[in-house]
């Protein structure tokens, strides 16, 4: 049997080239999260952003509904972001310091790529329930991490009591059937740390009984 290259994808039930198989299996063991504080310049170019967000299509999306999407925050943007960190947590607690204010607003410049995913959770199609729309967009985020780790970048998904605020519903114009779900942080990797140890399969996978 003759085998595709791998800028050749085999038709779908054909075994893949060894090759492939490695390095599919280097990227998916290899990859880790690293803080955005530890993400710097610098950050994917325009190609590089595009194979990115390219690599999020094919996440699994029953029905074809395309349930989320991505806004980039870029440079410029930053400092909106930030106010809405900070009143976002003013909101939840108006005894907050000023360092504390400040500490939340610093978060906005952390990391080249920064963009936050978001999920509709109900539509027309009310086959598609809140949960597997979720985990389609988990999908799509994790194939983006894996296209920025074979890229050379490193990445990390951020959350927080902020995204469900209304400065930051406000800020991105957020849908009342849309949520945030989190900030997809993508950068060079600055400092590096140990790579923790993995779940074996036998942690996480059993059997149903079949009597």
């Known amino acids: 049997m003759t085998h595709s290259t791998p800028s050749e994808p085999a038709p779908l039930g054909e075994p893949r080239p060894p090759e492939v198989i490695e390095l599919a299996h280097a990227l998916i063991h290899t990859r880790q999260t690293i803080l955005p504080k530890r993400l710097g310049d610098p950050g994917p170019d325009a ?33 909106r972001l930030a106010d809405a960190f900070a009143a976002a947590l003013v909101e939840r607690d108006a005894t907050a ?82 949520q945030a779900l989190c900030f997809v942080n993508i950068g060079t990797v600055i400092k590096s740390r140990p790579m923790r140890v993995r779940p074996r399969v036998a942690q996480y996978l059993s059997a149903l009984d079949g009597a």
């Open 97 to 178: 310091t000023a360092r504390q204010i400040e500490q939340a607003r610093e978060k906005a410049f952390r990391a080249p790529l920064l963009l936050l995913a978001v999920v509709r959770l109900r539509d027309d199609d009310a086959e598609i329930e809140p949960h597997e729309r979720i985990v389609s967009a988990g999908c799509a985020v994790q194939n983006m991490l894996l296209m920025a780790h074979a890229q050379g970048f490193g990445g990390a998904l951020t959350s927080g009591k902020a995204l469900a605020s209304t400065p930051l519903r406000t800020l991105f114009g957020l849908h009342a059937d849309e």
């Open 47 to 79: 190609a590089q952003a595009q194979a990115i967000l390219g690599a999020a299509a094919s996440a699994p999306d029953h029905h074809e509904l395309l349930p989320w999407r991505f806004i980039e925050v870029p440079a410029p943007a930053r400092g």
